[in-house]
């Protein structure tokens, strides 16, 4: 069960978009439309952000959007805000009905 | 309100065994399935187990599989995980979370607690 590779960080300034990938494989990302992301802030738990690759559960900002192509999934922030700052992690199904995560990253605005 | 709580956590010797519990509450528990995800200090999220709304499939990760046992109690609105002959890299923040649907893994972990610590060291 690898991790998912995502960025360690990508930065944006106020107003800007923002785009985080997490790239698998054929037998987690790219097999299946499971795939789901999470905010977290320092100290706090994490929040669901996107589920089902392009998602939103109610009451997230339609700021936020998901994608998929082949192995990669994709999170994007419009109009970054200074709350958007925070670590971003990725999760898919897996192939053995297990479910793995990204290895992070870390979202600075600037 | 919805709300997860995790208790159970402490400090543990290599090889000894710890029980955590989740007590949820503001949502039909045995219509949901549920998932322990842990973070050790300073580093990303891990998936550790899952088990089905009515508790009778569970799943784990490969790194705890044979040591940790998830169950749940839907009289009491509990879900427990048990961790037997830990190790130090078992180290880690230890949340409980509600899956969005009675089958776990697919559909995104919409309720999460505010984890219990579990640190193994002698």
């Known amino acids: 069960q690898s991790a998912l590779t995502q960025p360690a960080s990508v930065s944006g300034s106020p107003g800007q978009s923002i785009t985080i990938s997490c790239t698998g494989t054929?037998?987690?990302?790219?097999?299946?439309?499971?795939v789901s992301w999470y905010q977290q802030h320092p100290g706090k738990a994490p929040k669901l952000m996107i589920f089902?690759?392009?998602n939103r559960p109610s009451g997230v900002s339609n700021r936020f959007s998901g994608s998929k192509s082949g192995n990669t999934a994709s999170l994007t922030i419009s109009g970054l805000q200074a709350e958007d700052e925070a670590d971003y992690y990725c999760s898919s199904y897996t192939s053995t009905s297990t479910s793995c995560f990204g290895g992070g990253t870390k979202l600075t605005v600037l | 309100e919805v709300q997860l709580l995790e208790s159970g956590g402490g400090l543990v010797q290599p090889g000894g065994s710890l029980r955590l519990s989740c007590a949820a509450s503001?949502?039909?528990?045995?219509?949901?399935?549920m998932s322990w995800v842990r973070q050790a200090p300073g580093k990303g999220l891990e998936w550790v187990s899952a088990i089905s709304a009515s508790g009778a499939t569970t799943y784990y990760a490969d790194s705890v599989k044979g040591r940790f046992t998830i169950s749940r109690d839907n009289s009491k609105n509990t879900l427990y995980l048990q961790l037997n002959s830990l190790r130090a890299e078992d180290t880690a923040v230890y949340y409980c979370?509600?899956?969005?649907?009675?089958?776990?893994?697919?559909?995104?972990?919409?309720?999460w607690g505010q984890g219990t610590t579990v640190t193994v060291s002698s």
């Open positions: 089902e690759v392009n």
């Open positions: 979370a509600k899956d969005r649907s009675r089958i776990p893994l697919y559909y995104g972990l919409d309720v």
């Open positions: 054929s037998s987690d990302v790219g097999g299946y439309n499971y």
């Open positions: 503001g949502f039909t528990f045995s219509n949901y399935a």
